[in-house]
């Protein structure tokens, strides 16, 4: 039996194995720190392969360098010893839903992530730190201690502190924040599939570097769009003397796919501002081009529905009868408007609703429906988004106070899905905030009938009041800890993004019957929450010298006690590239629990005593996959028997120890 590597993936050496199959000739061997004989390469000779197009040593090229750079990219490719642990108590309908909420350092995440979603990400998008001089940015400097961090901070975080405020009196202020910016984006890179797009919030104070790092990480040629968005509006505003600048009323989404030859943008078209008068300038000029009616099949037209509804002795009660009748019979019960005039329309009441249907669009007011070409009321998208309103963005956050600046407007979100999104895809964002986007992505799937999903990650931050906070935020602060407290929550950000998701969902239940009645599948507003947290191994990966004989003794089990069964499973789940989202049975086997993932893909016991009965009914199954605790067996004959037990029943079981 083979043994689980419980470590993150090495990409270095997998990138020596990708060099290995080029250029076997540079591969040669070295002594690492521990005195190991391990593969290495010889820069000078892999030099000399690529001599023609090398750039050696000092000599000028086009790059972006900062202090910190070189240790960014080695960390990225340094595998970790981190796993997630499922939090089922966090959790909305834990066993059916496709959705993933995960709590804890976002690196930390991606790495843990990075093989069992390695090119399964269609979108992602994120709202970083902007690096103002007030965010709180992720600390990569790890070997400082908990005192020396809140020192620092100022505040601390769940894990202890691995945020600092980077101000500009920071001798490292943008190289800090690069380095935290670019070892992530390396790694998230990796994730999205080969038509995958992501999309990244930035303002001025970073969207120069923030472009070279993308050209750099995901190639020049794949840069899609840099989007213009008006985040404020131009009335009342006025120039600062103070700071002698232009106020700033916009802020930039940058886009890039993974490869531009896979990847396209849907077709997205606007609504055009539903203005009256606008409607009645569309209007002038169709009846100005259209003479003969009943030889033009797409011309306007006009019903009065209350007329008809008491003709036919239809009972409407409410207004929702009467948008249903309206939807339903639209076409059924249109009258030609040959002998009324343009002047004949009353446009002065106000319009009800814009609704789309065979293509035309449908204009509704007080019991009147005007019907002309949806190209007459839609527009081009184009990379000047003035169009998202950020009025509302507090009522977007189902009661729950919520920061006014730096959060997202659910429509801004929507529409990023209907750039990008085709099928059943998956959405990522690893600064996920509030939940804005989970939050967005359930009201596109109610929307457009979707069934995508998301994986939301978002460190622990605390929430509470801190010296010299600006009084705006300062009240706001309190309001989102009063809320907490309220409900009997931690004072995290985290919670309240998935309290927000909780409340998205009820929201959506409770405002859309007709649209669910609609659906093929039911609609998934559950996720599943999960942790970072240390390995479920005790510390196996010390040199010999850091190791007493009691240590030894204690290894006997390598798993560490506080470790729950649900835990081990998240970890091997995670070993085997599988994703977190399928589904788990768990069932009784005689004394013995096992957990069937995904209909046979993966079968585990990690109870101490196993029954060799337990043994048959799992090959009997015949799984992909079967994984046993290592304490699990007395000795090597036990471990020879299951073997030969697997061997008679299930030859193609690949079977693994923990």
Known sequence: MEKINKQTPDLTSKNIAKITELFPNVITEKEDENGRIVKAVDFELLKQELAKDIVDGSEERYRLDWPGKRRSILKANTPINKTLIPDKESSVDFDNTKNIYIEGDNFEVLKILQESY???????????????????????????????????????????????????????????????????????????????????????????????????????????????????????????????????????????CKSVEKSSLNPVKLKKDNDVNKIKKYLKYYSKIIENFDDEPNQWLIIDIKDYVKKNNITINSDDDLYNFKMKNAEKIVYRTNNKTFE?????????????????????????????????????LCD????ISTININKESHGIPTYSNGQKPVEMLKLCFDLSLKADDLVLDFFSGSGTTADALLNFNIDKQTNHKFIMVQIPEKIEIISGMDPKTKKTTQQLIDFLDSIGKPRLLTEIGKERIRRAGKDIFEENADKLKERETPLD??????????????????????????????????????????????????????????????????????????????????????DFNVIDEIAKMKPLKVVFRDASFKDDKDRINVETKFKQLSPDTNIKVI
């Open 344 to 380: 004949d329309l009353n446009f002065d009441s106000p319009i009800e609703k814009i609704i789309s249907s065979t293509g035309l669009e449908y204009i509704w007011w007080e019991g009147k429906q005007m019907l002309f070409l949806s190209d007459y009321l839609e527009e081009g």
């Open 118 to 256: 390695l090119n399964k990400i269609k979108m992602i998008y994120i709202d970083p730190p902007y690096n103002t001089g007030k965010d709180f940015v992720y600390k990569d400097d790890f070997k400082k201690t908990k005192e020396e961090y809140e020192e620092e901070l100022g505040v601390e975080n769940e894990e202890g502190g691995r945020l600092f405020k980077n101000t500009d009196t920071n001798g490292r202020f943008h190289s800090d924040w690069l380095s935290m910016i670019y070892e992530r984006l390396v790694i998230a890179r990796d994730l999205l599939k080969d038509d995958g797009v992501i999309f990244i919030s930035i303002d001025d104070n970073e969207v120069h570097n923030l472009r070279k790092i993308c050209d750099e990480i995901f190639g020049e040629n794949n840069f899609v769009n840099s989007i213009s968005l008006k985040t404020s509006e131009t009335s009342g505003v006025k120039m600062s003397h103070s700071e002698n600048k232009l106020p700033k009323i916009k802020e930039y989404i940058l886009i890039y």
């Open 384 to 387: 000047l988004w003035t169009h």
């Open 525 to 610: 507003i559950g996720f599943r929450a999960y942790k970072v947290a240390d390995s479920i191994m005790q510390d196996v990966y010390k040199s010999p010298n850091d190791l007493k004989q009691g240590d030894l003794l204690g290894l006997a089990d390598n798993i560490r006690e506080d470790k729950k069964p649900e835990d081990i499973l998240t970890s091997v789940i995670l070993d085997f590239g599988l994703t977190l989202d399928l589904p788990i049975k768990e069932e009784k086997i005689g004394k013995n629990t096992i957990f069937n993932v995904d209909d046979g893909s993966l079968v585990a016991c990690f109870d101490k005593n196993i």
